[in-house]
């Protein structure tokens, strides 16, 4: 049965994409309108309507070839509309300048030349620059969890646009997103200062937890660490977190784009542990678990509803 919806479904975005090509020719609409008398079909080529006309801020593909070529050119609209999402949210440019980057989906552990070990979590590159004063580590995009080798003469610095974190004898992580910086302490202590606007600083022990920006710095939250770094053992563990952050953080392991389209559903809560190497089943799961449905235009373009 799910097989032959999808079937449907693709259908319905054949005949979407044709008819918002322009007018069709008259053989061709009496064939739509046989098809769209099925059952079933009517419902599905309205959920396609729908779900492309809620992608609002995604200019929609524009299709002038020949009446002739246009059901061959029904997968280029579908891939234009999947090109424009790459590059809005694309973060190619994390990897200029940096001296270790790993994918979406992936990661990776680096030594350090101190000893030092961070682990990389998907889509982040980092900075590295020591001498004989200081250890330090950029993180320009992505998360980062950091096990500090000792050097009492060295302190070991991680910075981001936000702030930086100094460790303590530590292990850590920082988190950089868009332009906020989320701090967590698994061992000893770390002091985070924010950006020189915000005036603030801050010393977290194990256990702890802080988000801050360039210009301030919120309150000082107790967590549970090892949740919030399963990634190190490929698992993204929700304790009634609200669906739109669940998906967020689906799409940081997905190479592709998941899109909540209806904004009733954003605040439904999930529990659930997930493996980060598959965030599609994981999405089916949290798609089945709240009754949900979603449209799929490929694997890469996923629109989830009622």
Same mark, same amino acid.
Do not use: C
């Given at each position: 049965?799910?097989?032959?919806?999808?079937?449907?479904?693709?259908?319905?975005?054949?005949?979407?994409?044709?008819?918002?090509?322009? *007018?069709?020719?008259? #053989?061709?609409? =009496?064939?739509? !309108?046989?098809?769209?008398?099925?059952?079933?079909?009517?419902?599905?080529?309205?959920?396609?309507?729908?779900?492309?006309?809620?992608?609002?801020?995604?200019?929609? *593909?524009?299709? !002038? *070839? $020949?009446?002739?070529?246009?059901?061959?050119?029904?997968?280029?609209?579908?891939?234009?509309?999947?090109?424009?999402?790459?590059?809005?949210?694309?973060?190619?440019?994390?990897?200029?300048?940096?001296?270790?980057?790993?994918?979406?989906?992936?990661?990776?552990?680096?030594?350090?030349?101190?000893?030092?070990?961070?682990?990389?979590?998907?889509?982040?590159?980092?900075?590295?620059?020591?001498?004989?004063?200081?250890?330090? /580590?950029?993180?320009?995009?992505?998360?980062?969890?950091?096990?500090?080798?000792?050097?009492?003469?060295?302190?070991?610095?991680?910075?981001?646009?936000?702030?930086?974190?100094? $460790?303590?004898?530590?292990?850590?992580?920082?988190?950089?997103?868009?332009? #906020?910086?989320?701090?967590?302490? +698994?061992?000893?202590?770390? =002091?985070?200062?924010?950006?020189?606007?915000?005036?603030?600083? =801050?010393?977290? $022990?194990?256990?702890?937890?802080?988000?801050?920006?360039?210009?301030?710095?919120?309150?000082?939250?107790?967590?549970?660490?090892?949740?919030?770094?399963?990634?190190?053992?490929?698992?993204?563990?929700?304790?009634?977190?609200?669906?739109?952050?669940? /998906?967020?953080?689906?799409?940081?392991?997905?190479?592709?784009?998941?899109?909540?389209?209806? *904004?009733?559903?954003?605040?439904?809560?999930?529990?659930?542990?997930?493996?980060?190497?598959?965030? +599609?089943?994981?999405?089916?799961?949290?798609?089945?678990?709240?009754?949900?449905?979603?449209?799929?235009?490929?694997?890469?373009?996923?629109?989830?509803?009622?």
């Amino acid at each position: 049965m799910a097989d032959a919806d999808e079937t449907i479904r693709s259908e319905a975005a054949a005949w979407y994409f044709r008819r918002d090509a322009g *007018p069709l020719a008259p #053989e061709a609409e =009496a064939e739509f !309108q046989r098809w769209l008398s099925e059952p079933g079909h009517r419902s599905a080529y309205a959920e396609i309507a729908g779900t492309w006309s809620a992608l609002s801020r995604i200019e929609r *593909p524009s299709m !002038q *070839p $020949a009446r002739r070529y246009l059901r061959h050119a029904v997968p280029g609209a579908a891939l234009a509309a999947m090109l424009a999402l790459a590059v809005l949210n694309s973060s190619w440019w994390r990897h200029l300048g940096a001296d270790a980057a790993t994918g979406v989906g992936e990661t990776e552990e680096i030594v350090l030349a101190d000893g030092s070990r961070v682990d990389l979590n998907t889509d982040t590159a980092i900075q590295i620059r020591y001498d004989g004063r200081e250890r330090r /580590i950029r993180v320009v995009g992505g998360e980062a969890l950091f096990t500090v080798a000792k050097d009492p003469g060295r302190p070991f610095v991680v910075e981001t646009a936000s702030g930086s974190a100094t $460790a303590l004898g530590t292990v850590f992580s920082v988190r950089q997103d868009a332009n #906020e910086t989320v701090v967590t302490v +698994l061992e000893s202590r770390v =002091a985070v200062e924010p950006g020189v606007e915000a005036g603030q600083a =801050a010393t977290l $022990a194990s256990g702890q937890s802080v988000r801050f920006s360039s210009t301030k710095l919120d309150a000082i939250e107790t967590v549970d660490a090892d949740a919030r770094t399963a990634w190190r053992r490929g698992k993204l563990i929700f304790i009634d977190k609200p669906l739109g952050e669940v /998906i967020d953080e689906l799409n940081r392991y997905h190479r592709g784009y998941i899109r909540i389209v209806d *904004p009733g559903i954003r605040r439904q809560r999930v529990n659930g542990v997930f493996e980060t190497r598959d965030p +599609l089943h994981a999405l089916d799961l949290v798609q089945t678990s709240l009754g949900l449905r979603s449209t799929r235009l490929t694997d890469y373009l996923v629109l989830l509803h009622r």
